[in-house]
């Protein structure tokens, strides 16, 4: 995740497909010590503009109302809230059932977004302000994974070493 215009917030936010669920291990960097935000996925996969806005609103394909997990009906998007430790580090894992990668509800192709405020439920997006940060959730691939560039490297190494 890449910070918008005149803020900090950075790092990776990794979606784990499981059997009937969907893991997101968030670490970022860069918040306010002990603050809290709203953390949702959002419609559109596109962080172009400076203040996060292309990324559109709340992923809803199923038009229910904005809530906190783990109630439901919400929008598939409602991640809740993440929160910053002493040092401003976000170091958390959360599970939700009603996203995925594939088949309904799939997120591939969205946004993830971390809004500045904390996320109180309210109606209609949980009044959580402005967007500090910013991603595209794509598919991982060998040739997009840190540690496949790195073993790819070595191993060019290895062969042009006499």
């Not at 890449?2 to 968030?26: D, H, I, R």
């Not at 430790?85 to 799939?106: C, K, P, R």
Request: proline residues 6%; glycine residues 12%.
């Amino acid at each position: 995740m890449a910070p918008t215009e005149g803020n900090a917030a950075s790092g990776t936010v990794v979606f784990t497909q499981q059997e009937g669920s969907l893991k997101v291990t968030v670490n970022l960097s860069g918040f306010a010590p002990g603050s809290s935000h709203g953390f949702h996925v959002h419609e559109t996969g596109d962080c172009s503009a400076p203040d996060g806005s292309s990324a559109g609103g709340h992923y809803n394909p199923e038009g229910h109302d904005h809530d906190m997990p783990p109630d439901a009906p919400r929008h598939a998007g409602d991640m809740g809230n993440i929160a910053a430790d002493a040092d401003g580090n976000v170091s958390q894992e959360m599970t939700f059932t009603n996203i995925s990668l594939e088949n309904a509800n799939a997120i591939v192709g969205k946004a993830v977004i971390v809004h500045a405020n904390l996320d109180d439920g309210g109606q209609p997006t949980g009044n959580a302000g402005a967007r500090l940060a910013c991603g595209v959730i794509q598919l991982e691939t060998a040739e997009t994974a840190p540690e496949a560039a790195a073993e790819e490297s070595a191993s060019d190494e290895e062969t042009m070493a006499p």
